[in-house]
T-cell receptor, first 112, second 115 residues
């Protein structure tokens, strides 16, 4: 079993729809990242969070540390949101800093 | 303020050749990380370096792979005697510090194809 699981693996939505991508992890963490990767392109960091909720434009990220779960929401989705969304956690070794562990990504396609 | 730079963006090598991938961190960043993304797989940590030091290479294959981050110049990921299985996208990231809440900024990646 992977330490970081994302769902769904693939997601197709119509423009304007509200989108949710989920991430569950099995290790203790100090922080969780949401990343965006466009086809053939680089990786952009969207959020880094360790508790609560963060909002940036149409993107909202939440994390529940007790349940070891995070969600990424996109409101009023647009075709330009089409990309792979990757969840990554920074493992906490109790003071010693772990490395990033990545989910396999959720491929989002937003149709006009 | 330029972001993380990687070059080349695309690299084609024949089996047995050497591949050298370069990463220039963001200005002021002294922590560099290398990740590999195999086709249809997630990103995997390879190595973490600070200037002139390898801090954690637990994700590096034991043979043929090496990394350095000299006092001057970019970080280099070197793959000797490449094989087809080395074909992947290699991403570099940098951060200002190493603490848990320090964000990593990613470069555009180098896509290595081994013929």
């Amino acid at each position: 079993k992977n330490e970081v699981e994302q769902s769904p693996q693939n997601l197709t939505a119509q423009e304007g729809e509200f989108i949710t991508i989920n991430c569950s992890y099995s290790v203790g963490i100090s922080a969780l990242h949401w990343l965006q990767q466009h086809p053939g392109g680089g990786i952009v960091s969207l959020f880094m969070l360790s508790s609560g909720k963060k909002k940036h434009g149409r993107l909202i990220a939440t994390i529940n540390i007790q349940e070891k779960h995070s969600s990424l929401h996109i409101t009023a989705s647009h075709p330009r949101d089409s990309a792979v969304y990757i969840c990554a956690v920074k493992e906490d070794y109790g003071g010693s800093q772990g490395n990033l562990i990545f989910g396999k990504g959720t491929k989002l396609s937003v149709k006009p | 303020n330029a972001g993380v730079m990687q070059n080349p963006r695309h690299l084609v090598r024949r089996r047995g050749q050497e591949a050298r991938l370069r990463c220039s961190p963001m200005k002021g960043h002294s922590h560099v990380y290398w990740y590999r993304q195999l086709p249809e797989e997630g990103l995997k940590f390879m190595v973490y370096l600070q200037k002139e030091n390898i801090i954690d290479e637990s994700g590096m294959p034991k043979e043929r792979f090496s990394a350095e981050f000299p006092k001057e110049g970019p970080s280099i990921l070197r793959i000797q005697q490449v094989v087809r299985g080395d074909s992947a996208a290699y991403f570099c990231a940098s951060s200002l510090n190493r603490g848990p809440y320090n964000e990593q900024f990613f470069g555009p990646g180098t896509r290595l194809t081994v013929l």
